[in-house]
């Protein structure tokens, strides 16, 4: 069934598999608040379990926002999961603080040993560079924020320590087109080194919730981008939908975005690719708007299959 919260909004969502469940965490807002555009700035994350994908057993709150001040006092974003090489747990996450009007986006990290309770990193772990990236300007500014968030975290192919992708923008280019993926390197989970960005503006004003996953041996770019964020010469390609794939060449790219394909779906946004118990690939994602609403729940698993350097929902 649809995991869907009766009182709270549901979006953003990442997984992890501790070899018996699948956890999902997920940004959680409450309905109280009346406008969902509100909720972005009372985030929290929840936290959910399932053997099938389907059916979720609710548990407690993964991390709520710091006590201020903090750089994560006022809301905490979207992350991923990771296991350390020695067993524990890595929550990696977005932070925006009181101070800055939760205009600035930082990541930091919690840590766990059985996936249930967390507890904090002293933090920030990493920050926009500008050396490559954009800065918050105010409001006057070349866009309405700081981006540096949505950290996807993964061990490094061959096997030389950990890389973290971050939606980010970079310092030059057409405003409306500057999104990149942001990166950073660590030999051991903990300390961090921003790099250099791993891709070039291609038309996106953001790159979110970025994946990167291999479906049968082809390495494949996920992120989701709405129509309004995207520069006008991506936007006159676009057929519908506000999550995308983009092949690449390995996990760390390159990633050719001239063949950038959405998905065949009017509201997924901030999807994963997640293996289902037979083996198979499947998007679970959040529903955004539909007939002019906001929903706010996690759909069922949407398989997905691979046609040569495209995935399709099947």
């Known amino acids: 069934m649809t995991l869907r919260l009766p009182d709270h909004w549901v979006w953003d969502s990442w997984p992890a598999y501790d070899g018996e469940h699948h956890h999902l965490f997920f ?36 991390l709520v926002t710091a006590d201020a001040p903090a750089w994560d006092d006022q809301a905490t974003w979207t992350g991923s999961v990771v296991q350390a090489p020695d067993g524990s747990w890595r929550l990696f996450y977005t932070g925006v603080s009181r101070a800055e009007h939760g205009l600035v986006q930082r ?59 971050v939606t980010a923008r970079a310092r030059e280019g057409d405003p409306a087109g500057r999104s990149v993926v942001g990166h950073a390197t660590s030999p051991d989970l903990e300390t961090w080194t921003v790099q250099p960005p791993l891709s070039q503006p291609a038309g996106f004003g953001q790159l979110e919730v970025t994946q990167v996953v291999e479906v049968d041996g082809a390495p494949f ?31 760390l790219g390159p990633w050719d975005f001239d063949r950038a394909h959405t998905f065949d779906h009017p509201s997924l946004y901030a999807a994963r690719l997640v293996q289902d118990p037979a083996g198979g690939w499947s998007l679970l994602g959040f529903r955004d ?23 399709r929902l099947a």
């Open 27 to 62: 940004l959680r807002a409450s309905r109280a608040l009346l406008d969902p555009d509100r909720r972005h700035q009372r985030a929290s994350v929840g936290h959910a379990r399932s053997t099938d994908l389907r059916t979720w057993e609710l548990l407690p709150d993964a």
């Open 107 to 165: 990541i930091g990290a919690a840590r766990s040993d059985d996936l249930v309770t967390w507890h904090r990193l002293p933090g920030p772990l990493t920050e926009a560079d500008p050396r490559w990236y954009e800065k918050y300007e105010g409001p006057d500014g070349p866009w309405f924020d700081e981006a540096w968030r949505d950290p996807w975290v993964l061990a490094d192919p061959d096997g030389d320590g950990w890389h973290m992708l």
């Open 221 to 251: 770019l996920l992120f989701c981008c709405w129509l309004d964020r995207l520069a006008p010469e991506r936007a006159a390609t676009w057929d519908g939908g506000g999550m995308w794939a983009v092949p690449g060449e390995s996990l």
């Open 289 to 311: 708007t539909e007939d002019g609403q906001f929903v706010g729940e996690i759909t069922d698993p949407l398989p997905v299959v691979r046609d040569g350097d495209r995935l």
